[in-house]
């Protein structure tokens, strides 16, 4: 009997989502509640809404797997490679992060949360992922990184978000 380990992660997955996500979430004054996924940060809005950071373990622990390719620079020729590279990065997501994803979703469909706020290289690898764990696009998804609306006050638009 051949064992499919992706299928054996998304049951074990399912069968924690009903549990609580580690982030917290927030109502804001357009009526949205938003939750934070994995940011050690705040996000503070427009509308003055705070989500409180994920503590630092979790944070560390539903971080996205970066992949670093060195990138040959041709146009470099008399320059000392040594003194710094050039990388292409690519993200991927690892098997917590996953099952954290299926415990929002699970809020999501049960409509407790609106918008899940996760990191941009987080999205990316959403994007990139073909036949991963999960049957939904990003668009039908929660998941979306912030947009600021002020970058020297540092607040994050209550209604425009990216993928």
């Not at 989502?17 to 938003?34: D, R, T």
């Not at 993200?91 to 469909?109: D, G």
């Amino acid at each position: 009997m051949k064992i499919d380990y992706k299928q054996q992660v998304k049951e074990a997955c399912l069968k924690y989502a009903a549990s609580v996500p580690v982030g917290q979430s927030v109502k804001l004054s357009n009526g949205l509640i938003v939750g934070n996924f994995s940011s050690p940060h705040p996000f503070t809005f427009e509308d003055g809404s705070v989500i409180p950071a994920v503590n630092d373990n979790d944070s560390q622990r539903l971080k996205v797997d970066f992949i670093e390719t060195v990138v040959e620079n041709e146009s470099a020729v008399g320059f000392d490679a040594d003194i710094y590279k050039t990388i292409s990065l690519d993200f991927e997501l690892s098997n917590a992060v996953e099952c954290e994803m299926e415990r929002w979703y699970k809020l999501w469909q049960d409509r407790k949360v609106d918008i899940v706020l996760c990191c941009l290289p987080m999205i990316q690898a959403l994007k990139s992922m073909e036949n991963g764990i999960h049957e939904y696009n990003v668009i039908n998804s929660p998941f979306r990184a912030i947009r600021m609306k002020d970058r020297i006050k540092k607040l994050i638009s209550i209604d425009t978000f990216t993928i």
